[in-house]
């Protein structure tokens, strides 16, 4: 990509940046060492929580530096602070400014994936986070994860996580009625 787009821009961190990455690093490598259920879902958390740090690092260098994904850079920063709200893919890619087909075809470029998938899984994640910590209404989960509509809720938490919220209560109940 660097020679197709003539890319300049290279990412520099000091010591005191390198701290973060690397204790990032060490806790996916604990994890996999563990492997206790739930360990590939850690692994990615821990993975997606420095690819936001090294994004928002890269964000903030020098300005003026020849960069065509940085406004992807900013879009990606922006959906990690507002995954909550009612997001538009056609709002993001207007504030970056890019056309809707070019900021999703940059944003599945960078980070193999897509923003409205993006987005589902950082909701999901939050969901998942709300159900461990006591929370056993799905509807009010799936209302404070960003999700609408309960029953589309409960259909991407049954994709993303193998069972639907309500089993997952009862998994993390004891109940076990997967």
Do not use: W
């Not at 959906?79 to 504030?95: G, H, M, P, R």
Request: aromatic share 12%; proline share 3%; charged share 20%.
């Amino acid at each position: 990509y660097r020679r197709q787009d003539r890319f300049k821009n290279h990412l520099h961190l000091n010591v005191d940046q390198m701290a973060l990455p690397i204790n990032l690093l060490q806790a996916m490598q604990t994890e996999y060492d563990a492997a206790q259920d739930g360990y590939e879902q850690a692994m990615l958390s821990y993975f997606q929580a420095m690819v936001a740090f090294l994004c928002r690092v890269f964000s903030q260098e020098a300005s003026g530096q020849d960069c065509s994904f940085l406004p992807v850079v900013r879009a990606f920063a922006m959906i990690e602070k507002n995954y909550l709200q009612q997001l538009c893919i056609a709002d993001i890619a207007a504030t970056v400014p890019m056309s809707v087909r070019h900021f999703v075809r940059m944003f599945r470029l960078i980070y193999q994936t897509s923003p409205i998938e993006y987005i589902i899984r950082l909701r999901l994640e939050h969901a998942r986070r709300l159900l461990q910590s006591g929370s056993t209404c799905i509807t009010r989960v799936a209302a404070e994860s960003g999700f609408s509509d309960s029953n589309y809720f409960s259909r991407q938490f049954r994709r993303h996580y193998g069972m639907a919220p309500r089993d997952y209560l009862h998994y993390l109940q004891g109940t076990h009625k997967i």
